[in-house]
């Protein structure tokens, strides 16, 4: 009834908003609808709160990252410029990431898309003190590029295979060596896993920065499926890994690199092989990895801790559903800044609700929302 109210109250502001703009117009044209979104609702898009909490930023025709105040709605700075790059590196770009301490920038530009959510680009970082822009790799188009928790290194994928660098030393490393296309790939999904599962990044950096947890998917045994695409003056033929019903998965396996003795330990997800891990998440632990493991019907889903030194995991949670369980994706487990709990979304009961479960997996405590 609430969220019924509240979708009311939006649509009446809406209605509102739209009545008096019109009233400005005598004759309605499709150049005011399409064109020029005359009536258009008012919104605000692409905005990021800065740590602080009183300013944010905005990426601004593709050429500049501009600070606000949040109190005066003033331009405060202009963090990064195309027109600052001595060389003519890029002319425009498509995205930035901050590091933890927000002196660095990590910024996308020349995207190429892969599949629905998944694309590689060339990364640049940006020391913001020094004025300084610097590749990220320079050796092709890379994927999935992120900070570690300290700002210091970045990993990314580079034909199908992991790595990070370290932004002190300069040094690159070459986490994985078998990435092979359509064989193998390590630190992205598949298609199945980034269309199904809705994801393209398939590593994650401890909470230490110490150690990164990824994905292996051999897709050896994947058969072949090629398509036309149009679009283009001659259409082409694409081929990729695509297994339809009841054909072969990719193998999936998951693995933690420790960055300290540059050890890879293979994480223990049981026996069977024909199942999906739509998931990995560190704890707030950096010595416990969650692992979401889903059988192939999709009615059963478990959580195990891994301990990404020895490989060794345990179940501490477990769901069955008579038909199909539709939560398995960032929402369905939760881990609290205490360390000691994690909420579990659930529609066990027929409802949507959130559970309080310990660190050993007992239940606590149940509360209902609206969904």
Not at 124 to 152: H, M, N
Not at 174 to 185: A, H
Not at 319 to 346: A, P, R, W
């Amino acid at each position: 009834m609430k969220l019924f109210c509240l979708f009311l109250l939006m649509l009446f502001v809406f209605r509102t908003d739209v009545i008096h703009s019109m009233q400005d117009y005598k004759e309605i044209t499709l150049d005011h609808i399409i064109l020029e979104n005359t009536f258009s609702p008012r919104t605000v898009t692409g905005l990021r709160s800065m740590k602080d909490g009183i300013h944010y930023t905005t990426l601004e025709g593709g050429r500049q990252i501009v600070k606000y105040s949040y109190e005066t709605g003033e331009v405060v700075d202009v963090i990064f410029s195309v027109k600052e790059l001595e060389e003519n590196r890029f002319s425009s770009f498509s995205g930035y990431e901050f590091s933890d301490d927000e002196s660095m920038l990590l910024i996308t530009t020349g995207r190429e898309q892969i599949y629905r959510h998944s694309y590689r680009a060339d990364f640049y970082v940006w020391d913001i003190e020094t004025k300084t822009l610097f590749s990220l790799f320079g050796e092709g188009k890379e994927q999935l590029a992120t900070f570690s928790p300290c700002g210091r290194k970045i990993a990314f994928v580079f034909e199908n295979n992991l790595y990070y660098r370290n932004l002190e030393s300069g040094e690159i490393v070459r986490i994985t060596s078998d990435g092979r296309e359509n064989y193998v790939i390590n630190g992205a999904p598949d298609w199945v896993y980034e269309e199904e599962f809705s994801f393209n990044k398939a590593f994650e950096w401890s909470p230490d920065g110490k150690k990164i947890a990824f994905y292996r998917f051999d897709e050896s045994d994947v058969k072949m499926f090629n398509m036309t695409i149009y679009g283009e003056l001659y259409p082409h033929w694409y081929s990729f890994k695509y297994p339809k019903a009841g054909e072969e998965n990719s193998l999936v396996t998951i693995h933690v690199y420790d960055l300290e003795n540059e050890k890879t330990v293979l994480m223990d997800t049981g026996d069977e092989t024909d199942q999906y891990i739509p998931r990995i998440k560190w704890t707030k632990d950096p010595g416990k990895l969650c692992i979401y493991r889903l059988n192939r019907l999709q009615n059963h889903i478990e959580l195990l801790f891994a301990d990404p030194v020895t490989g060794s995991s345990g179940i501490v949670f477990s769901e069955k559903n008579k038909y199909f369980i539709s939560e398995t994706g960032d929402n369905f487990v939760t881990f609290l800044d205490d360390n000691e709990h994690f909420v579990i979304m659930s529609e066990r009961s027929g409802w949507m609700h959130f559970y309080l479960y310990d660190m050993e997996g007992d239940l606590m405590k149940t509360r209902n929302i609206l969904l």
